[in-house]
């Protein structure tokens, strides 16, 4: 059987994502006999028959009265050859964040377009939300075929458009239609010139693994345990990598090594452990490490200034001017934006935190080169960020020099109080005056 396969779908609003995965859902017999029986009392829709696939998915009353996915729905089903959590995420711009949400954690994005619209604004930017959280398997279901007579062309065109969008992703464009069925469970007779498998074939099928133990290792400190005055240990969950006992490893930000002593579980010790495995490790020397340090074998990345991909998720917009808590693994620190975004916009910023974190590039490691954004004042989830790079002394490859005056605002917005805010400006203006 094929490992856990984690899927999300997208795309615009009225594309039929969600009859979609209730007729996937239905055909493939996940649900049980009594919900069959709810969707039936509530279908309404007349157009969508005796059952309206998409209430399998759409649960809440809002979702029902205006036929839209607002919040992510995840659902659950197995088939002979693979288990399957599956993300139904909504296509309205203005649920864009939910859409983020539900790609963050899948393996595999099905991207639906109606064949008789075509590639539409929403589309392309689901695709890119996609691919900045790393997903580079594709399934383009074009739907809605039966209205357009399933017309080759249609279908080639919308496909070869899509190509140029996904470079360097894979991408397996599939024909149907999720109202009757078509290339849904089973391969139509509707489009006898279209090859591959089915949907539910693909999805049985595609292999996505990401094998986290063969990255460097990565073991984010969630807590120091120390029940009494002969045991400490770092409890926390492999980001990624490999532990063994006897390992040499290095504590970051401090830079400080010790070899693994013991690799300590609830059901007792262990000689290795992997990602994503939770384990508590004790250290032959005891060096300061906290909450929030990582233990690595290759070194990562480790400063105070990245370059970063966001995607914003609050009505209040992004305030270069404004302190935001920045959350990256276990450590939370403070941090500013250089870039002001909107609502569902996305875009490159430069980050600046006020200690030290240690990360990998996103595209690396989806654990280390992630974080999320925290309005102070509401704790509301502000923004995603896939970390790009780091930026060496605060100056980005190709940019400009920060000038003095923008160092001095800079270190005044910082400081914790005017007193504070008085001293750091002082002792800058000696250094520069030097």
Known sequence: MAGLLRICTAGSVDDGKSTLIGRMLHDSQSVYEDQIHSVQ???KNLAAGPIDFSLFTDGLKAEREQGITIDVAY????????????????????????MATGASTADLAILLVDAR???????????RIARLLGITDFVLAVNKMDLVDFDREV??????????????????????????????????DRTPWFEGPSLLEYLETVDVSRDLTKLPLRFPVQLVLRPNDAFRGYSGQLASGTVRVGDRVTAWPSGRSARVQRIVTYDGDLD??????????????????????????????VGQHFEAEVVWMDERPLDPARVYLLKHTTRTVTAEVNHALLLNQIGTVSVSTSRPLVF?????????????????????????????????????????????????????????????AIKAVEQALEEILL
């Open 155 to 188: 279908f080639d065109g919308i496909r070869d458009e899509f190509d140029e969008m996904l470079t360097g992703a894979r991408c397996h464009a599939i024909p149907l239609s999720a109202l009757h069925g078509d290339n849904v469970i089973t391969l139509s």
């Open 75 to 98: 659902r659950y089903f197995a088939t002979a050859r693979r288990k399957v959590i599956l993300a139904d995420t909504p296509g309205h711009e203005q649920y864009t964040r939910n």
């Open 360 to 420: 990998d590039p996103y595209a690396s490691n989806r654990i280390t080169g992630g974080f999320i954004l925290i309005d102070t004042s509401t704790h509301f989830t502000a923004g995603a960020g896939m970390i790009a790079h780091a930026v060496r002394d605060g100056v980005a490859p190709g940019t400009t020099p920060v000038t003095a005056a923008e160092r001095l605002a800079l270190l005044a917005r910082r400081a914790g109080s005017d007193a504070d």
């Open 272 to 301: 290795m452990a992997f990602a994503p495995m939770s384990v508590t490790l004790t250290l032959d020397d005891e060096i300061d490490i906290s909450r929030g340090d990582l233990l690595a074998t290759d070194p990562p990345d």
């Open 41 to 43: 009392a509530a279908s």
């Open 117 to 127: 619209e075509g590639v539409k604004v929403q589309s392309r930017r689901h695709a």
